[in-house]
T-cell receptor
């Protein structure tokens, strides 16, 4: 089945530095990739939608200059948290969609726990 | 506005008891509804989608358009069903919109 690999699984960084998170679809080409943020014991909040070769579409309230998304190929999307601050500490999850048997399927990465100190 | 509501944060049942996890939605159009499950320390996995009309691990869910509900049911809960359950909706490949999730705890 479809597999999405997300790295790193856990990262600790100093305040003011930038962190890049990678999301790869391993055995399929993702039509679209999505980035979510999940606070402890809360739901997944959609941050942005990205399509290969075009600019990401950000949800209201998400700073595009803070959360840079690059979707350079059909199998790779990256999220860079720039000038990270403690309030950016969270669990970030990517998801890739693809047409599977005429229907859209969604596959999730295992998530990245970001801690900014 | 698109919204998925899961009114229960936590549902605790005994093994063998019936389970119903509630999900209501608001959406203009014809959404597709899903249930996702997240076991401890694992990634989100698709449990079922309304289009498939299938039963996975004994769980079923029926889309009720009149009540805009998509409740998840299982007649006899098992301890291994303990997990976080998310109801979600989408349309035509756009992003999944999730409810806040319900933690199901099944004890013996």
């Amino acid at each position: 089945g479809a597999v999405v690999s997300q790295h790193p699984s856990r990262v600790i960084c100093k305040s003011g530095t930038s962190v890049k998170i990678e999301c790869r679809s391993l055995d399929f080409q993702a039509t679209t990739m999505f980035w979510y943020r999940q606070f402890p014991k809360q739901s997944l909040m959609l941050m942005a939608t990205s399509n290969e070769g075009s600019k990401a579409t950000y949800e209201q309230g998400v700073e595009k200059d803070k959360f840079l998304i690059n979707h350079a190929s059909l199998t790779l999307s990256t999220l860079t948290v720039t000038s990270a601050h403690p309030e950016d500490s969270s669990f970030y999850i990517c998801s890739a969609s693809s047409l599977q048997g005429g229907r859209y399927g969604y596959t999730f990465g295992s998530g990245t726990r970001l801690t900014v100190v | 506005a698109q919204r998925v509501t899961q009114p229960e944060k936590l549902l605790s049942v005994f093994k063998g008891a019936p389970v119903e996890l509630k999900c209501n939605y608001s959406y203009s159009g014809s959404p597709e509804l899903f249930w996702y499950v997240q076991y401890s320390r694992q990634r989100l996995q698709l449990l079922l989608r309304h289009i498939s009309r299938e039963s996975i691990k004994g769980f079923t869910a029926d889309l009720n358009k009149g009540e805009t509900s998509f409740h998840l049911k299982k007649p006899f809960a098992q301890e291994e069903d303990s997990a976080m359950y998310y109801c979600a909706l989408t349309q035509a490949g756009t992003a999944l919109i999730f409810g806040k999730g319900t933690t199901l705890s099944v004890s013996s």
